[in-house]
Nanobody, 126 residues
Framework: QVQLVESGGGLVQAGGSLRLSCVAS????????MAWFRQAPGKEREFVAV????????YYADSVAGRFIISRDNAKNMANLQMNSLKPEDTAVYYC???????????????????WGQGTQVTVSS
């Protein structure tokens, strides 16, 4: 079992920045892939970014590429999402997710992830 707890959400003006963190517990962190998804009201949960167990591979949704940066610190069992140049359309609940086995090409699929956090609200005002 893996428990995931997100933090760092809040209210920010357009153009501002926020940093989300996800702390994992319950098993070895360094051999699982970590991702961030988001869900806006009335919309399906969508992929934001993913990072491999080593941190050597990262992928981003087109909508956030160049603005968001995903990272991890295996010593602290933590994954982070640095969000810059925020836009009102980034407003959503952001979820941290963990996958024990993640095949290349399937990282956008929510059903490929084994564990989820409770979510943290990010609101970007115009």
């Amino acid at each position: 079992q893996v428990q995931l707890v997100e933090s760092g959400g809040g209210l920010v003006q357009a153009g501002g920045s926020l940093r989300l963190s996800c702390v994992a517990s319950g098993r070895t962190f360094s051999d699982i892939s970590m991702a961030w998804f988001r869900q806006a009201p009335g919309k399906e949960r969508e992929f934001v970014a993913v990072i491999s167990w080593s941190g050597g591979l990262t992928y981003y949704a087109d909508s956030v590429a160049g603005r968001f940066i995903i990272s991890r610190d295996n010593a602290k069992n933590m994954a982070n999402l640095q969000m810059n140049s925020l836009k009102p359309e980034d407003t959503a609940v952001y979820y941290c997710a963990a996958a024990l086995v993640l095949s290349l090409g399937y990282y956008r699929n929510t059903d490929r992830y084994d564990y989820w956090g409770q979510g943290t609200q990010v609101t970007v005002s115009s």
